[in-house]
């Protein structure tokens, strides 16, 4: 079993930055492939940005340019550092992981483990 524990989320005015943090239990955390996913009121659950073992990434359309994830597997860690942010990224987000792949992996279905989400909320 792994566990997630988001930190970081926050109420941040349009423009400004957020990061988030999860940190995870088990003691093969540089196997997983790592996500981080949020799901804004009324809408579905929609992908952000993935990381395999060896820091490969992959982002979502909408974020690229602005979001950055990165990983620590010394601290059990994976973070995702958010720029320039803007209203229509409020939303609870989520990190996600998958055991024993080296692959990124785009779709909520395929991750093994989640955990709570944390708030983020951008003014305008």
């Known amino acids: 079993q792994v566990q997630l524990v988001e930190s970081g989320g926050g109420l941040v005015q349009a423009g400004g930055s957020l990061r988030l943090s999860c940190g995870a239990s088990?003691?093969?955390?540089?196997?997983?492939?790592m996500g981080w996913f949020r799901q804004a009121p009324g809408k579905e659950r929609e992908f952000v940005a993935t990381?395999?073992?060896?820091?490969?990434?992959a982002y979502a359309d909408s974020v690229k340019g602005r979001f950055t994830i990165s990983r620590d597997n010394a601290k059990n860690t994976v973070y995702l550092q958010m720029n320039s942010l803007k209203p229509e990224d409020t939303a609870v987000y989520y990190c996600?992981?998958?055991?024993?792949?080296?692959?990124?992996?785009?779709?909520?279905?395929?991750?093994?483990?989640w955990g709570q989400g944390t708030q983020v909320t951008v003014s305008s």
């Open positions: 996600a992981a998958k055991g024993a792949t080296g692959r990124l992996i785009f779709s909520p279905y395929e991750y093994d483990y």
């Open positions: 088990g003691r093969t955390f540089s196997n997983y492939a």
């Open positions: 990381i395999n073992w060896s820091g490969n990434t």
